[in-house]
């Protein structure tokens, strides 16, 4: 199934790699139950092949694995192949079934288990996150401006305290037509920002409430070390996805967060350097998790020491722990057969 905004369209192929029908149908609902009607009309369908099942397809992933359908996943095609030949919804959806033989498949999961709602509640919170920090950053640009006797009232004050005096700024004229009409409108605009904040500071703990009780629930284990708390943990688990077992091993976790050892060797001098590939976020979230470590373990501290007396810098030291917790984090997440 070739997957787009508005359009599905579906190929059905026999065992024999026979195309028995073609067909195009609306991406919603009803346009599923019609789609798997049809082409159960044509045959049994035993396993179904779907491209792009974490964006377009994924409504569709989930249907089909509801009603008991093997889905596969199937990768978009060859860019240069589609230059050659061009692009058509028929080619396309042809291409998809068979795919569990083909290479660079894998099973589809369509994004429906606790790591999709975690990717849900962070979204959330990062944008609520980047309001916040625009709302405050814009208050404080106002009183740069303002009367001199309210930039006065309000000078020495922390942020929070001046997010709360500025939620209850009272103004004596709302219409601005009496008194200093500019003084007006700068105590309501001020109230106005301080309050936006608040609303977002509720917003974004009670996501963090939600996250936290998600990594409980479901992944209790990544709470255990030392500087993993809920927000690193759902964002690691978030760049694992949904299917795990896609990962080879705790080699291409590595690599997939961007700290897989890169080698940048020249003449004689062997070293390896930082790898800017992979999620960033992730590479982050483990960046923090070893800075936490460094200053709160004395194993790390033990660890640091006697590689530096070994004469490597703290950048390569810091490079080693990351792929350190990288390993523990996929061990963690998905245990190795016993």
């Given at each position: 199934m070739d997957t787009h905004r508005d359009v599905h369209a579906a190929a059905v192929v026999s065992s024999l790699g026979e195309v028995i029908g073609t067909g195009s149908f609306p991406a919603t609902a009803a346009g599923y139950r019609e789609l798997l009607a049809w082409a159960r009309g044509l045959g049994t369908v035993r396993r179904g092949g779907v491209e792009g099942t974490g964006s377009f397809g994924a409504a569709l992933c989930r249907y089909l694995l509801a009603q008991q359908v093997e889905v596969f996943d199937v990768n978009r095609p060859d860019r240069s192949e589609r230059r050659r030949r061009g692009k058509s919804r028929g080619r396309c959806a042809k291409r998809g079934p068979g795919c569990a033989e083909r290479a660079g498949t894998r099973p589809g999961q369509g994004r429906r288990g606790p790591v999709q709602i975690a990717r849900m509640f962070k979204l959330a919170k990062d944008s609520a996150v980047k309001a916040r920090t625009q709302a405050i950053n814009q208050l404080k640009a106002v009183l740069v401006t303002?009367?001199?006797?309210?930039?006065?009232?309000?000078?020495?004050?922390?942020?929070?305290?001046?997010?709360?005096t500025c939620?209850?700024?009272?103004?004596?004229?709302?219409?601005?037509?009496?008194?200093d009409a500019v003084l007006q409108a700068t105590r309501i605009t001020l109230r106005l920002l301080a309050r936006r904040v608040e609303q977002l500071t509720g917003q974004i703990q009670d996501l963090e409430r939600r996250l936290a009780r998600l990594v409980e629930r479901h992944a209790p284990q990544l709470l255990a070390p030392v500087g993993i708390g809920p927000d690193t943990a759902v964002t690691l688990l978030i760049t694992m996805g949904d299917n795990p077992e896609r990962l080879g091993g705790e080699a291409s976790?590595?690599?997939?967060?961007?700290?897989?050892?890169?080698?940048?060797?020249?003449?004689?001098?062997?070293?390896?350097?930082?790898?800017?590939?992979?999620?960033r976020q992730a590479n982050a979230a483990l960046h923090r998790i070893v800075q936490t470590r460094l200053r709160f373990d004395p194993r790390t501290r033990d660890y640091y020491e006697r590689r530096t007396k070994e004469g490597k810098t703290r950048r390569e030291i810091v490079?080693?722990?990351?792929?350190?917790?990288?390993?523990?984090?996929f061990n963690l997440v998905r245990p190795s057969p016993s």
């Open positions: 303002a009367d001199p006797v309210l930039r006065e009232e309000l000078a020495g004050l922390n942020t929070p305290a001046l997010i709360r939620a209850r700024l009272a103004d004596n004229d709302e219409d601005g037509g009496g008194g976790f590595a690599a997939l967060c961007g700290v897989s050892p890169v080698e940048h060797s020249s003449g004689s001098r062997h070293y390896r350097r930082l790898n800017r590939g992979g999620d490079r080693c722990l990351k792929r350190y917790v990288a390993r523990e984090v």
